[in-house]
């Protein structure tokens, strides 16, 4: 719905300038600890990787697939996990269940890709939203990994706000340079661009961390179930979205293929702790 108002590299910068700026505003009025030197470069590059490339990449995609299709892409991002931390030295190693849940996994995704593949080749919508989205995981995995390993002293909601305002400020580049693509203002995209700001990021971040401390790791993760079926009974909803047999069974096998290597995954280092600022965060919040 906002990128009906706003072009997509427009709506990141617009977005994160905003949550990023409030956030730290609160921040500085709670006095907060903030980062400074290397503490806050690491933080603001790892968080342009996370959000730019995560949430950037969605943005873009979704002008050419819809919004519920784009979710259920994104319901790839635990395998990106998964790998990226094995290819990584000290990482947790991939082992027979864990593969056979990628698997799975893959299963499902293909039955989501490949009928549209074959009919429209690989110029085809679908394939490219695809495979853009693939490389959103991609950036949000590493990103990840790296924020993990990054040792801050600043309050988790600190350091949300530092990577949403570096991105948001990253972006502003592209936006101010691609002219030719103006925003068409509208109460109507506003309004959305401004519930992304609150409950997508500013709310939804909060939210995050807090059960991040107070709950179970296996029982905040259930956001990569609940995200991607609200994002498909709302793209239907709003937009009357095409949602058939095929794609509610290949999002079943997908979470059966999550289910498999949340459940047979070996468990984090123990010396690597999620650090304050997991941008696990963003996660599949901006789906909707």
């Known amino acids: 719905m906002a990128l009906e108002t706003f072009p997509p590299a427009t709506l990141v910068s617009y977005r994160y300038i905003l949550s990023g700026g409030v956030l730290l505003a609160a921040s500085f009025f709670a ?30 995609a979704e002008l050419i697939i819809p919004s519920g299709l784009a979710a259920l892409f994104i319901t790839t991002s635990p395998f990106w996990m998964v790998g990226m931390e094995a290819l990584v030295p000290g990482g947790d190693r991939l082992h027979g269940p864990t593969i056979a849940g990628m698997l799975v996994g893959l299963g499902g995704t293909l039955l989501l890709v490949a009928p549209s593949a074959v009919h429209n080749g690989l110029n085809g919508p679908v394939l ?90 296996s029982v905040v993760s259930l956001y990569n179930y609940v995200n991607p079926i609200i994002a498909v009974l709302l793209g239907w909803l709003f937009y009357r979205e095409h949602v ?26 123990k010396e690597l702790k999620p650090s304050a600022a997991d941008p696990a965060v963003e996660a599949r919040h901006t789906t909707v």
């Open 244 to 269: 058939g047999w095929r794609e509610f069974f290949a999002m079943a096998v997908i979470f059966a293929g999550v289910t498999l290597v949340k459940r047979y995954g070996s468990r984090p280092p």
């Open 31 to 60: 006095k907060s600890h903030f980062p400074s030197g290397k503490e806050l470069l690491g933080t603001a590059v790892f968080g342009v990787i996370i959000i730019g490339m995560g949430n950037g990449c969605l943005a873009f």
């Open 128 to 217: 490219k939203g695809f495979l853009m989205l693939q490389l959103g995981c991609c950036g949000w995995a590493i990103g990840s990994i790296l924020q993990r390993r990054h040792t801050t002293k600043a309050h988790p909601v600190v350091s949300g706000a530092v990577q949403q305002l570096a991105t948001g400020l990253v972006y502003l580049v592209p936006a101010l340079a691609l002219k030719s693509e103006p925003v068409h203002w509208n109460a109507r995209g506003v309004g959305a661009m401004l519930y992304l700001v609150t409950f997508g990021s500013i709310v939804g971040y909060s939210a995050y961390i807090y059960a991040l401390n107070s709950l179970p790791v």
